[in-house]
């Protein structure tokens, strides 16, 4: 099998979903600070702004914005992902293919990308991820998950979203009052 890297085309936002080879691991939030510094230590290197994020236990859903004209998100992914790989101990049952490449199996190969479209899209990407923790049932509201960029968005009045229901996901998002509960945006 091939394995092929691809450069997004460039633009102003793209919405990513990287997943753990384990799916219902919990290396991402029981390590959570090495993800961080994974994540720092990238952004020192190849700056790129996270415009939202919820990290899950074994899945991130992201945006990022890169500086004008650079489209590798690739590097930016690999340096996290090794990063943290390099933080933890490597996991039992390996395959052989995997001992060969020095590939301690922590990660899903790749990631899964969307360049955002305009505003609506934003708005729908941003929600969906503000949404991830209570469809994985891991919070009954999202303010209440804490690895999750809501809460730097809810101090800054950014997150007083609502669905747009011209856009295609729109079906698909929860309303303000699901998301935010009954009290409201504050927290």
Known sequence: MTFTIRTLPPG???????RLALRGGTSL???VAHLRRATRLAQG???????????????IHTIWTLPPEDTDFGIRWRMIKGLFSRALPAPEGRSETQLRRGDKGIWQRGYWSHRLRDAADVRAHRQMIYASPVQAGLCAVPRDWPHSSIHRDLRLG???ITPDHDHPMAHRLPK???LFGAAGLSH
């Open 12 to 18: 102003p936002q793209h919405f990513f979903t990287v």
């Open 29 to 31: 939030t029981d390590h």
């Open 176 to 178: 303000a009052s699901q």
């Open 45 to 59: 290197r190849h700056p790129f702004r996270i415009d939202a994020i919820a990290v899950l236990p074994d899945t």
């Open 158 to 160: 950014r997150a007083a």
